[in-house]
């Protein structure tokens, strides 16, 4: 029986010893935590995109805070998130989120775009592009597997005739389509940019028809009729520079592949 009140006392001891041990670390290493850091987080769209710059929703906010980045750095938030942002820091918010959108750089779809193999595996993109750079003889364009889609948390994305498309109305700006897309034809730009060039192909034209009945052939009609100077050509691909593009649409009228298009 004194054995048994024995271990009973030494356990209680014990406990109480541990006990104040922890409430003396815990009052000694606390860390003071700014109060409007979980409301900031609270206001976060919680895409973990990246598009902001910074690993996740959580270093955005903990950065916007410490006050040395701007407001307007998440797409996905739009400009709601910018004055629910300037709410919690006790501003006007003050700056304008400049509104973005995926673009699929490829206009090939599976009547355009010769088969090179049967390809039989995971219906992945990222597993087709590790053979031979998937199924399709041209290597630079969709791979039409659809990785992007089921990525998209809006559900922009769709896959037609194994050609990946993204509807804007729907497009956030995330950019976790081009995260996914190991052809890299995937990018985020303005929204309010007025064309832009659905290839990606740099081979020279004579090899391309071989591949791609619609990829740019790089034959500088677009340069030409371009009144702005704002298109080049390199590596028989061309190219816009939006600084001077004003979207006037005489290089969708000039290219004979049809891959120059309207946004």
């Known amino acids: 029986m004194d054995t048994l009140v024995s271990a009973i006392i030494y356990i209680t001891a014990i406990g109480f010893v541990c006990a104040t041990l922890l409430a003396i670390c815990a009052k000694v290493m606390y860390v003071k935590v700014d109060e409007r850091e979980q409301v900031m ?16 929703c959580n270093s955005y906010a903990a950065a916007l805070l410490e006050g040395d980045v ?24 003050g700056e304008e989120i400049v509104e973005k959108a995926a673009v699929v750089h490829c206009c090939a779809d599976e009547d355009a775009c010769r088969v090179k193999m ?34 998209c948390p809006t559900g922009a994305v769709c896959i037609e005739k194994g050609l990946a498309r993204i509807d804007t109305r729907k497009c ?10 190991p052809s890299h034809v995937i990018t985020v730009d303005d929204a309010t940019i007025a064309v832009a060039i659905l290839c990606k192909n740099t081979e020279k034209g004579g090899a391309l028809k071989d591949k791609c009945t619609k990829g740019c052939i790089g034959c500088m ?17 061309a190219s816009i520079d939006y600084s001077k593009c004003d979207g006037c649409g005489k290089c969708i009228e000039s290219c004979v592949k049809g891959c120059i298009v309207a946004r």
């Open 221 to 237: 009609k677009c340069v030409k009729a371009c009144p702005s100077q704002a298109i080049t050509v390199t590596d028989s691909l």
């Open 118 to 151: 049967d390809y039989i595996g995971m219906s992945t993109c990222v597993a087709a592009h590790q053979l031979f750079g998937g199924q399709t003889a041209c290597t630079f364009g969709c791979l039409g597997f659809g990785d992007c889609m089921k990525v």
């Open 70 to 93: 701007a407001t307007n750095l998440c797409p996905p938030g739009g400009p709601d998130l910018v004055k629910r942002i300037g709410e919690v820091l006790g501003t006007d918010g």
């Open 41 to 56: 987080r609270g206001v976060m769209p919680g895409a973990n995109c990246g598009a902001c710059g910074f690993p996740g």
């Open 172 to 181: 956030n700006g995330c950019g976790l389509c081009v995260k996914a897309c």
